[in-house]
């Protein structure tokens, strides 16, 4: 078990970020043992043999620091975000500005034998992290990239209905609820952690809390005091690689087969465009039946950056359970 002793501060200083290089090196992780992620199993089908392919699998520096099952991944790995627009090319920065101490500190805590690349980081940071970066720049091209759009909107909606958490329930109420393995009571943060255990005192930073798409089913933290990071499995990510059903028929009856449909796809947050993509409709025609979604109470619409999220209402998940009853 792990605990961090929050100071007043600390409570203050909770905050989000969304992180780029978190999802590419938990996603490569899915990728070392796709049997213990069945939910990202879709996903898997269609990007391993391409990763493969590139050249980015066994004898890679990604394959040598990122393992399969519960080990340790070198913290550099996911440096701290600050932003809720990620940028790859910006975090990547952040990366190739590790100190060259803390990279060979960080790789002497790996628990499995090194190969060529990942000795060669160790012997010349200087040279392997740029090398790092190319391939962490070709995975995700290869791998996230298309994916992005759609895995940030859920991401970012999370973020919206965590904050609300926030303003309705209080540090408890948001932490208590972030996954069973962590529990908040008397200023303390509690997470039922493999890895590593003990009693961390924070020293006034506060929390940085990354919900992700891949770290699914587990939460993974990064525990330096000044700075620490807890990752954990964003609501509704299985949406993202399903197909959507067709619209319950009594359903589409009443409200017309093309609402039916959009209502069936916001299983998670989409935009318009994301919403014409999937459909196959104009981002117009997908316009104008939203608005009258929106006026009958069957859909709610927030902005999250400079884009415009649908979500379904309550009221419109009990008309599909009661079409497809």
Known sequence: MLTLEFTAGDVARIRFALSCLWEAASSYHVLQAPERHVIQRPWVDRVQARVEAAGLGRGSLLSALIPPGTRYMPDF???????????????LQILLATPHEVVRTELDLVDWPRNAAAQALYDDPAS???????ELTAYWDIALAEHWPR?????????????????????AGLLNGLHEAVGWQDD??????????????LTGNGLLIVPAVFVWPAVRTVTPSENPQLAYPARGIATLWESAAPAPAALAAVIGRSRAQLLVELAAPLSTTDLARRTGMSAGGVSQHLSA????????????????????????????????A
């Open 77 to 91: 790995l996911t440096p701290p975000s600050d932003s809720l627009a990620p940028s790859l090319a910006d975090e």
């Open 128 to 134: 392997g992290l740029p090398r790092l970066a190319a």
């Open 151 to 171: 895995m940030k909107a859920l991401l970012e909606a999370e973020v919206f209905y965590r904050a609300r958490l926030l303003v309705e329930e209080g540090a």
């Open 188 to 201: 303390t943060l509690s997470v039922a952690h493999k890895l590593c255990g003990g009693e961390l005192p």
């Open 293 to 324: 979604l929106r006026a009958a109470g069957l859909i709610t619409a927030h902005r999250a950056g400079h884009a415009v999220l649908n979500m379904r209402t309550p009221a419109a998940d009990t008309l599909l359970a009661a079409g497809v």
